[in-house]
C-alpha cells in the first residue's frame, strides 16, 4: 500500500506551507493549534484545508496554552474553575460540540476525535473507560445527533511502556476496531527517554506491529510526530507519514503541552540533514566533510537550498530557512522513493538505506571524523525491520 | 587536573610565544573545552585547546575533535594512570589528528601524539574564536 506525507506543523509552519507549494514535499499537513491560533487556521485557503487534519490538542485538559485560548473548545476555557474530572466529564458535551463545529466548518480532510495523553501505562480498561467517557462517547453522540457523514479518526496517545505490550495493545485494537463509525488512527508515540533517534529495536519492532495490525483491521492509519525513523515504518503500511522542521514536531513529547514556570529557551545548533546517514549533523561536520573525501552532493542530497549552506559564506543559523527546507526536501525524496514500492520491495529498499547510512558512518569513522555515537540507532532500526519482516514472511 | 595543566611548562611551551592568552571553560564555539591557550606566532593567532578527562578516552576524544572546528590543535590529556585503552586506540588519534597526552602524580606531561598545525575546519567558527578570543590579548 502507497502512503501520503504530512508536514506535522508547528512553530514557523509557513515554511512548511511554502514547501508544499513550492517544491511539492508533502501531501497535506497537520494543522498544530498550539502554533496557530484560530483566526489563522480560519485564514488558509480552502485547498490547504480540504487536505489538512486538524489536531485538536486536547491531550492535557488542565491547560490551554497561549494561541490555544483562541479556541472555545478546550476544556480550560470551558471550566473556568479549572480542571476537575467530574466537570469535566459534564462539559465533555460542549467540548465534543464545539471542537466539531470548529472541524466541520473549517472542512478539513477528516473529523479528529481527540483523546487525553496518559502518562505511563495505566491499567487498560481504565485506559479506555476514560477515554470513552470524555471523549469518544461524547463526540460520537454528537457526530450522530448532527448526521454528519465526515470520516472519523480517532487520535491516540501511546506511551512506549504501551506500545511495548503485546497484551495491551491487542485489548487497545479490540477496543479501536469495535469503535463504530472510526475509519482510522492519527497516533502519536511518546518514547522516553529517547535520543533524537530511537535506538530502541523492542519499541520500534512492538509500533511496527501496531501499525501493521491496524493495515490488517482495513484501518487507516496517521503516525504523528516522526522523525527520520518515517522510512522505517514505511514498512508496516501506514497511510499516512509526516515530516516536520523543528525536534518538538519530530518527536512527540507531552511537556510541550504543559505550562513550564522557567521558559528556557534553548538556541538549537545549526544542523543539516544528511540523507545518506537518515540524521541531522552539526554544521562544523559538514564543514570538514565538505574539506575531505565528501565531496559528492548526493551525499548530503541536492537542492538549491543546500548549495546556498554549502557556500563558505554562509552564514545561517537553526533559526534560518535552508535547513528546513533541505530537510523537507530530502526526506520527502526518500519516503516518495520507498512508497512507489510495497512490501517485501519496500523493506529491502528501506534495508538499503541503512545499510547504506551505516556505511556513511563508517566513511566518517575512517576519514578520522569523530561523530560520537551518532550512528548507533541504525543496529537497532536493522533489527526491528528483519525481525518485522520474519513474521511478514519477507526472508531476511 | 586542569589547574595543573594551567601551570605546566610543558603546556605553555606548546605557544611558545609572547603575549599568551590561558582560557578555561570557553563556550559558544563547538563544545566547551576545558582550556585553550592562545599566542601570536609571526602575527597570526594561534589556538590549542584541551579536553582533560580522567579516563573515558572516547568521549575526550569526541569533545577533543569538535573543537578543531575553531582552534589549531586540540588535545585529549588523562590520568596518566588511566590512559592505556587510548594508547591502544593511538591510530584514531592520528586519524584525526587530534593529540593525546597524560599527566603522572608529579605533575609530568607525557606526549604519545602531537598532531599537526591545521587550519580551523570551520572557517566561521574560526573566524568567530579568532575575533573574539585574539583581540583580547
Redesign the interface.
Known sequence: MTFEIYHQLGHRDVWSLQSIDEDQTGDGVIISPRSRSMPRVEKLGDSIKRKAIFDPQILNPKVVLKNMESYDFYPGCILPAGFDTDEYIVDSTLIAERCIDFQVRNNFRFLVIPTRFYQGMPPVDEFIENQNQQSITPFLSTVKKLGLKKEMILQLFLTGHMIKNKEYTDNLLNWITGIEGISGIYLVTELHPRQKQIRDAEFLLSLLNFTNSLYKNKMKTILGYLNSESLLLSIANPSILTIGSYGNVRIFHHSMFEISEKDLIQIPNLQIYVPTLIDWL???YI??MK?KTFKSPIFFGDNKYLTKMLN?G??GTAHNIEPHKHYYIEMSKQLRQIRTVENQNRYQEVCKIIESAKQGFSQLD???????DKGAFLPHWLTAAKQFAEVQGWGV | MVETIKTSTYIQDLVNTEPQLIRDEVKGY?GVPDLVVVGIENGKPIAIAFEAKLSNWRRA??QA??Y??FVNKSYVIMDDDFVNPALLQKD?FE????GLLSIDHSGDVHCHYDPYFETP?????GAKFNDQITNTI
Do not use: M, Q, T
Not at chain 1, 575512517?366 to 560520537?372: H, K, L, N, Q
Not at chain 2, 575546519?121 to 567558527?125: D, E, F, H, K, T
Open positions: 552539526d554544521y562544523p564543514e570538514i574539506r563558505p554562509y552564514r575512517e576519514a578520522g571524523i569523530d561523530v560520537g | 563547538f576524544h569526541f575533535f569538535r578543531k572546528a584514531r586519524k584525526s589528528n587530534v575546519y570551520s572557517p566561521r567558527l
